[in-house]
Nanobody, 125 residues
Framework: VQLQASGGGLVQAGGSLRLSCAVS????????IGWFRQAPGKEREGVAC????????VYTDSVKGRFTISRDNAKNTVYLQMDNLTPADTAVYYC???????????????????WGRGTQVTVSS
């Protein structure tokens, strides 16, 4: 099982980035995937998730209307499209999955039991 996040970088405020989470070892149809971020000196927080089975999407309030999570089952990849970025979005972004195949709609970190390495997103003002 592996989760590989990529797509981070440096962007100016107002710009866009698309993060990718390449998944191997389990089927996206049956496992929730979430995106999380951790800024320096802050706790890790949930950003967006896509649930198992019905693909329902959940976003934290600060990114609603700006970020979009999606999945491509054929490529076994989950994306996070980030638009209208602000310096407050600067963080290391991680993708994580629930290997138990449970059905839930939450960004609670405790529900995610497999984590990939992060990718740095830096937004300059």
């Amino acid at each position: 099982v592996q989760l590989q996040a990529s797509g981070g970088g440096l962007v100016q405020a107002g710009g866009s980035l698309r993060l990718s989470c390449a998944v191997s070892g389990f089927n996206l149809d049956y496992h929730a995937i979430g995106w999380f971020r951790q800024a320096p000196g802050k706790e890790r927080e949930g950003v967006a998730c896509i649930s198992a089975y019905d693909g329902r999407r959940v976003y934290t309030d600060s990114v609603k209307g700006r970020f979009t999570i999606s999945r491509d089952n054929a490529k076994n990849t989950v994306y996070l499209q980030m638009d209208n970025l602000t310096p407050a979005d600067t963080a290391v972004y991680y993708c994580a999955g629930d290997l138990n195949g449970r059905s839930f709609y939450t960004l609670d970190l405790g529900n995610y039991n497999f984590w990939g390495r992060g990718t740095q997103v830096t937004v300059s003002s």
